[in-house]
């Protein structure tokens, strides 16, 4: 789905143009990728991280390649940075003053299971795994009723329905998120408001590093699965769901890397 860089691009080419697209998370991982493969399918996106000197190379390399992006840097765990957040993109004028799709994307991970994790990060680790994402998914939810349709998508992860002990917290924190938006589908259906879930199996980016996964703990387990998942194969599955007649939606989808049996 390379829609960048087309001058011969159709409407049809295209699917999303005219859609403004809220991702968050999305310095790096699947959440950058999101942002460039949305934006190459003709959504405008307005991306959110913490660190802010990635989301302005984003924002550069979105615009070089005759895309639209605002740069929101903000915590993706706080209220008060999710409302800015929305509160700029409804202000801003390439986006329409509006917004038609949200990506849930922004979350961390922790190694260990319950036993074995460190306890000090669990507060923070629910904090914007469950807290921040269940907050959005309210204030997305809410706006999207009014309107009468639009998009959330909620990363989730094949751990939340494959719950391995190696990695127990953050699978329960993902299996929150999947219940919170299924709920949240349930509840907004009725208005044509549209409410994926998206479940990764074991994507290669910044990740695994981050969770405190390394070679001992992750990389010799995963060696036996072969090639493992790209974020850009993530964010093409998404842009394509997106993409969807506006009567059909794909509630849930878990991809993995062909050769990952477990989780």
Not at 207 to 214: H, I, K, S, V
Not at 230 to 256: G, S
Request: hydrophobic content about 45%; glycine content about 10%; charged content about 20%.
């Amino acid at each position: 789905m390379d829609y960048i860089n087309r001058s011969d691009a159709t409407l049809s080419e295209r699917p999303l143009a005219g859609k403004t697209a809220v991702i968050t998370g999305a310095s790096s991982g699947i959440g950058r990728a999101t942002a460039l493969t949305l934006s190459g399918a003709g959504a405008v996106v307005v991306i959110q991280a913490r660190r802010r000197d990635r989301l302005d190379r984003l924002a550069e390399d979105i615009s070089n390649r005759g895309g639209k992006a605002l740069a929101v840097e903000g915590d993706a765990g706080l209220e008060t940075d999710i409302d800015r957040l929305l509160d700029q993109t409804l202000a801003w004028k390439d986006g329409g003053c509006k917004y038609d799709v949200v990506v849930i994307n922004a979350g961390r991970g922790l190694a260990g299971g319950i036993l074995t994790s460190d306890q000090s990060q669990w507060q923070e680790l629910y904090r914007v795994n469950v807290l921040g994402a269940a907050y959005l998914i309210r204030r997305a939810g809410q706006y999207m009723v009014e309107r009468k349709g639009g998009d959330i998508v909620a990363i989730s992860s094949v751990v939340a329905k494959n719950l391995s002990p190696f990695g127990a917290f953050y699978g329960s924190s993902k299996a929150a998120v999947s219940v919170i938006a299924e709920a949240v589908r349930r509840d907004v259906a009725p208005s044509g408001v549209r409410v994926s879930i998206v479940m990764p199996g074991i994507a290669l980016s910044e990740f695994q590093e981050m969770a405190g996964y390394n070679q001992a703990n992750f990389g010799n387990a995963v060696a036996q699965f072969g090639k493992l998942l790209e974020p850009k194969e993530i964010a093409d599955t998404i842009c394509w769901l997106l993409a969807l007649p506006p009567h059909v939606n794909i509630n849930e989808i878990m991809i993995r890397p062909t050769g990952q049996i477990y989780p």
